[in-house]
């Protein structure tokens, strides 16, 4: 079954909280702060799967969150550094931010991108001793890992694709000149997924084509399988279009070279002027008045083949000929990222707060408050007066004033709720 498009929820782990600690030894009266550092969170890590071409593993698990780091502990001992959660991909997936569409990476001539970075380990109180302040009793939280939500899309890396109606002989053509081995019958559809195969060119040398299965009329508004298959056509250097040139489905071999250029037309323009050879299939059935009609329709395009997957007439031709413009044509497509990542890091100058009034209480809220919070130990007269420093130094006393707060009112920051005095 092929799994080309999934929606996942990916969050890195929060890195590991600071110990406060004192060193405790005897005859050592004054060991001093020894509290460790807390370790890193698990990343999570895209990898390139190269024996896959699905995203299978991803049809009914949609939420993958790394390990948190381990919290530091007395005796300068380090919390754990989490391992990273590793998601194996086909090469060819194009990551997308979920809310707003944009490339966040496309997993192609890479082994390896981190999503999502996990947390770093918090500061232990041994980092924030000073001669004025011997004995700090506070230690700094870990930060919090980043979260997302991503759309993974595979969109196979092939040079040339082979599109066309159903039952035209694409797969028989994919069989021919290369060693894959699609199904092939005598009914509509028989291609359920793309398939990919290696044709070689001598000395060395080939390229990659892929049977694009299930277009028909209305396949960019998602009539047949074409609307789920279309986006592997993307990196395509070159289309080579299939048509059968004889008719034997009863329909009139130009107007289906129509019917698909309309359809790519509609599902995308700059898909529409990819370069085309036009490969009149089933020749050895087909009249000269029909090959002549199709050659003439097919003006404006690169080149015109006339092949039979039947017999083998005119393959080495057509090889020759895709191979040669090939050699003219831009590398396959890799998409660039697009996504901005959202700033993380709080800017000194930028201490942006959101104060809500309910019930005559002042609740002030923001990122960098709440990891300030988690690392402060309000029962320590050293770590309050600081706690202080900071929310004058940053502004966020100016604003409560500004917001209209009097002393004695009540101002709750997160788990820190306080009378105020001006």
Not at 45 to 72: P, S
Not at 223 to 236: T, W
Not at 295 to 311: N, Q
């Amino acid at each position: 079954m092929l799994i080309d498009h999934v929606k996942l929820y990916v969050k890195a782990g929060n890195g590991g909280n600071g110990c406060v600690a004192f060193h405790r030894e005897k005859y050592v009266s004054h060991g001093g702060p020894d509290g460790g550092d807390g370790g890193n969170g698990g990343n999570i890590v895209l990898t390139i799967d190269k024996g896959t071409n699905t995203l299978l593993d991803y049809k009914y698990r949609h939420k993958f969150v790394a390990a948190n780091g381990g919290d530091g502990a007395n005796r300068k001992f380090h919390g754990a550094n989490a391992d990273d959660t590793i998601l194996p991909v086909p090469e060819g997936t194009v990551v997308k931010d979920a809310e707003s569409g944009e490339v966040i990476v496309d997993m192609s001539g890479r082994d390896s991108f981190i999503l999502c970075h996990g947390g770093r380990g918090g500061w232990g109180n041994r980092h924030f001793a000073t001669p004025t302040r011997q004995i700090p009793r506070f230690a700094k939280s870990g930060t919090q890992g980043e979260e997302k939500e991503v759309i993974l899309e595979l969109k196979m890396i092939a040079d040339v694709g082979l599109i066309g109606l159903p039952s035209v002989g694409k797969s028989s053509i994919l069989a021919a000149i290369s060693a894959a081995r699609p199904k092939i019958a005598d009914y509509h559809f028989t291609t359920l997924s793309p398939n990919l195969g290696v044709v070689s060119t001598g000395e060395g040398k080939g390229f990659v084509a892929a049977d694009i299965p299930g277009l028909i009329e209305g396949a960019s508004e998602g009539a047949g399988l074409g609307h789920d298959f279309l986006r592997h056509i993307e990196r395509c250097r070159l289309l080579l279009h299939v048509v059968d040139a004889a008719g034997t489905e009863g329909r009139d071999p130009v107007e289906d070279l129509k019917t698909i250029n309309a359809e790519l037309e509609k599902y995308s323009p700059e898909l529409a002027k990819r370069p085309q050879i036009i490969v009149a299939n089933k020749s050895e059935l087909a009249s000269e008045e029909q090959i002549a009609a199709l050659k003439a329709a097919s003006a404006g395009t690169l080149g015109f083949v006339s092949v039979s997957a039947l017999t083998g007439e005119g393959m080495n031709e057509m090889i020759r000929e895709t191979a040669k413009v090939l050699e003219t044509l831009p590398p396959v497509l890799v998409y660039e990222t697009t996504y901005v990542k959202p700033e993380t890091v709080i800017d000194r100058n930028d201490h942006e707060v959101t104060i809500t009034v309910e019930k005559g209480e002042y609740i002030v809220e923001a990122e960098w408050l709440w990891r300030l919070v988690g690392s402060v130990n309000f029962e320590d007269r050293d770590s309050l007066n600081y706690f202080q420093r900071v929310l004058r130094r940053s502004g966020v006393i100016d604003k409560l004033v500004e917001a209209g707060v009097k002393d004695g009112d009540t101002v709750t920051i997160y788990d820190f709720s306080f009378d105020f005095v001006s």
